[in-house]
């Protein structure tokens, strides 16, 4: 069966900091891996997906980046963290056309 | 005029009741269409997918009308831990697009 790992669990960096969060998943190839943001009580913002290795696209112009490595990699940076970067980061994967999206845990990043 | 809306609630019902929760899109193209439900500081997990026939999935009903662009679930017999936050999603092309979710508090 098809898992997804995402770590860390929570992160506490301060401003201008860098940052890399990473997401792997097991039991599938070639999914549609995506990263969200939430903020607290908020809704899912979607900030990069990937439909192969090395294929990025970003609905929300901002500081982050992503990248794909390998074809279950999916990894979430910044050069410099913002106060504005905090929030609940999810990843995401979906295997197929007109599948569902499956979640990982999560990362709970704070910035001081 | 947001990719999906919802009434973000909160709806507070007694265990035992019924309530529904109603989701409009806008994108008339869109494929296909989930339930999520998701607690506090969790992920988000799949409730169930939305057919065109309607689904049923134990005390939880899904519909949806295209016509409309509507999208519906219904939960009988509500229980405690129905409490939570549900999330309509409609899926457009490679992206799926996130209600901000309506709120359900199950009171004893």
């Known amino acids: 069966s098809q898992t997804i790992h995402q770590w860390p669990a929570t992160l506490v960096q301060p401003v201008g900091s860098p940052l890399s969060l990473e997401c792997t998943v097991e039991?599938?190839?070639?999914?549609?891996l995506y990263w969200y943001r939430q903020a607290a009580g908020r809704g899912l913002q979607l900030l990069f997906y990937s439909v192969g290795i090395g294929q990025i696209s970003s609905e929300v112009p901002q500081n982050l980046s992503a990248s794909r490595p390998q074809d279950r990699q999916f990894i979430l940076s910044s050069k410099k963290l913002l106060l504005s970067d905090s929030g609940f980061y999810l990843c995401a994967w979906r295997d197929g056309y007109n599948q569902p999206q499956h979640f990982g845990d999560g990362t709970r990043l704070s910035i001081l | 005029r947001k990719e999906v809306e919802q009434d973000p609630g909160p709806f507070n019902v007694p265990e035992g009741a019924t309530v529904a929760f109603n989701c409009t899109y806008s994108?008339?193209?869109?494929?296909?269409f989930f339930w999520y439900r998701q607690d506090c500081r969790k992920e988000p997990k799949l409730l169930m997918s939305?057919?065109?026939s309607g689904n049923e999935d134990g005390r939880f009903t899904a519909q949806l009308n295209r016509a409309s662009q509507y999208i519906s679930l219904l939960i009988r017999d509500s229980k405690l831990s129905d409490s939570a936050t549900y999330l309509c999603v409609v899926l457009s092309g490679y992206a799926l697009n996130f209600g901000k979710g309506t709120s359900l508090l199950v009171t004893p």
């Open positions: 994108n008339s193209a869109s494929q296909s």
């Open positions: 039991g599938t190839s070639n999914p549609n």
């Open positions: 939305v057919y065109s």
